[in-house]
């Protein structure tokens, strides 16, 4: 289908950017790399009045790490987080849930902030966001707001940016030593959505779990995180049985949405798989990074 007719404005810096969305308010989108948007619009689920194309805000993209944290510009592309040496040593369970993103073709066009600000809630990022408490840097006239991941996701590709508001940065906290991560999912077909996802993040140090990170995508309106189970898991050895108790925790709570692709019940029992799974790739990895 064509798109629909709206009024179309680039502007060159953020400043542009957020006087035009001041302006516009709920009748603007943002258009970042358009692999969510442009689809929308084709099909006439979104209707905005006015589209700002930010792709020409050079200032939005990069990386950078200091003082503890990986700073990814909104702009920044899929791919090139990807291949970053940044990302894979600082991020890790970020470099994992990448390769997992639709197919290169996408991720070539697709922006880290436009999957986050989209919010679908079968997405890599918003789970990978969550379960590492990022930070979503974001501007309007009246100046910048940090607002971290656990408030961020307000319901279905519904986030708590204002209209006025443009997401220019998402900080990432970098990974401390002894860290192993896995990005688990179970699709269709490689490239679909998650019928359940996974990011998993353990610290082992001296072979203790000191810090255990659970998110879910696929099983509810926003990422979910399994805050029972990394109670649990908290302070003990690895091990199978551990493992097994944990997944119970992370689903007993759980009441995914059924659809064509499963019902609510497989889709918890997707996610006690995912969970082991994911429990026992991240101890692996954590012992390979000591």
Do not use: C
């Amino acid at each position: 289908m064509k798109l629909p007719p709206v009024d179309y404005e680039a502007p060159g810096t953020v400043s542009e950017a957020v006087a035009l969305l001041a302006e516009h308010q709920d009748e603007a989108s943002v258009l970042a790399g358009g692999q969510s948007l442009i689809p929308l619009l084709a099909l006439r689920l979104a209707y905005p009045a006015v589209l700002i194309d930010i792709n020409g805000i050079d200032e939005l993209s990069g990386m950078s790490a200091a003082d503890g944290w990986v700073a990814v510009g909104a702009m920044t592309r899929e791919y090139v987080a990807e291949e970053s040496g940044t990302v894979a040593d600082a991020v890790p369970l970020l470099a994992a849930a990448l390769p997992l993103i639709g197919h290169e073709a996408i991720r070539n066009r697709g922006t880290i902030g436009g999957s986050l600000a989209h919010a679908d809630p079968a997405a890599e990022l918003p789970a990978v966001a969550r379960a590492l408490d990022a930070e979503f840097v974001v501007r309007s006239p009246a100046g910048e707001r940090v607002v971290p991941a656990a408030e961020w996701f307000e319901g279905f590709l519904t986030t708590s940016r204002r209209p006025d508001e443009l997401l220019v940065e998402i900080r990432f906290p970098a990974a401390r030593r002894g860290t192993g991560v896995s990005f688990q999912e179970v699709a269709r077909r490689h490239g679909d959505f998650a019928i359940v996802g996974l990011a998993a993040s353990l610290v082992l140090s001296g072979g203790v779990i000191s810090d255990a990170r659970l998110a879910f995508a696929g099983v509810s309106d926003v990422p979910v995180r399994a805050a029972a189970a990394e109670d649990l898991l908290a302070g003990e050895r690895p091990s199978a049985e551990l493992f097994d108790e944990a997944a119970r925790r992370a689903t007993e709570d759980l009441d995914p949405p059924a659809d064509l692709h499963g019902s609510s019940d497989y889709r918890k029992t997707v996610a006690a798989a995912v969970v082991r799974r994911g429990l026992r790739a991240a101890a692996d990895n954590a012992r390979e990074r000591q």
